[in-house]
């Protein structure tokens, strides 16, 4: 069980990079806010929930609200498979 832990941290984490590097290419400098989504397969009471929104406080503080990160625990935006297929077929303009 541990693994799987720490495979959908790793999830997490790679499906943020991705949007993070997507979101960069794609919008302007000048941008006054950017909004990020994060999606998570842990039910809202679990631990990896409570390190993603921990994860969110830090970047929200550290930039001063300019990156916002909206939080979705328990697999609200699909399994793992249907969020990375989503994030495929985003295009990047």
Not at 82 to 87: L, M, P
Request: include cysteine; charged fraction near 20%.
């Amino acid at each position: 069980m541990k693994s799987r832990n720490h495979l959908s941290g790793f999830v997490c984490v790679f499906l943020l990079g991705i949007a993070i590097m997507a979101s960069l290419s794609c919008t302007s400098y000048a941008a006054e806010k950017l909004v990020l989504k994060m999606a998570g397969q842990s039910p809202i009471e679990y631990q990896g929930t409570i390190h993603q929104m921990e994860f969110k406080k830090t970047i929200e503080e550290a930039t001063n609200g300019r990156i916002e990160i909206k939080v979705y625990p328990a697999n609200q935006l699909g399994d793992y498979t249907q969020v990375y297929e989503s994030v495929a077929r985003k295009p990047l303009n």
